[in-house]
């Protein structure tokens, strides 16, 4: 008997030392290895709402199909919730849609309020709206992206300038 | 910046900068409160945080047995 080996055992006057048992332990292929590194990357993304997304789930299911059936059998709680989170992103990019045009229907609407600058009876037409933290282009402050953080434009303003947030 | 005439030819002219065009978008926000599908993101928006606390713990459990 080999002292440390899987399942060996060594007696030693009435005490039985087990050593080495071995665990059951399921390992994952290393494709899904590459395959979980990659949607925990996308996931913490989450973390800001602007940029959050989820096509990668869809897309996995199209080009490497073999890879979502692993998972589907071997992390089954895991793949609900990619599941969940895919449909959960394809409303939230269509609620996103909706609102953009919201606030572009509401620009529209109040520059009409400054149709007295220009020729009496003309119409007046909305062009572009742009609010910069720190008066170059690289930080554009976007409505879309105030009303998803849930902040206003003064302060959405400042947490651009204090953090320097790329768009 | 809005495109308007001066004379019949357009002009594109800024209608308002600074603390101006701070009220303007803000304006705009505040119309986006009386909105549903405005409001509505905003819900969805929080149940992706929900979906991030449970899928994160998983993925690493998962690269745990690699």
């Known amino acids: 008997m080999v002292k440390g080996s899987p399942g060996a055992s060594v007696t030693q006057a009435d005490t039985i030392y087990q050593i080495g048992v071995p665990r059951e332990t399921s390992q994952i292929p290393p494709n899904l290895v590459t395959v979980y590194t990659t949607m925990r990357k996308v996931v913490k993304g989450w973390l800001d709402p602007r940029w959050s997304y989820f096509a990668d789930w869809s897309r996995l299911d199209d080009d490497d199909p073999h890879s979502v059936i692993q998972i589907r059998r071997t992390a089954p709680d895991l793949a609900d919730l990619f599941d969940q989170a895919s449909s959960l992103f394809e409303k939230i990019h269509s609620l996103r849609e909706s609102v953009n045009v919201l606030i572009e229907d509401e620009q529209e609407r109040l520059v009409q309020e400054f149709q007295s600058k220009f020729d009496s009876g003309s119409k007046v037409k909305f062009s572009f709206f742009r609010i910069s933290s720190d008066g170059s282009n690289d930080n554009t402050l976007y409505l879309i992206h105030a009303w998803m953080q849930g902040q206003d434009v003064r302060n959405t303003r400042s947490s651009q300038q204090g953090r320097g947030f790329p768009t | ?66």
């Open chain 2, 1 to 66: 910046m809005v495109v308007g005439h001066r004379v019949g030819n357009p002009v594109t002219e800024s209608i308002a900068t600074g603390e101006e065009a701070i009220k303007f978008g803000q304006r705009v926000l505040d119309y986006l409160e009386m909105q549903e599908s405005a409001r509505k993101l905003r819900e969805e928006l929080k149940r992706v945080q929900e979906f991030r606390k449970a899928i994160l713990p998983l993925i690493e459990r998962e690269l745990s047995k690699s």
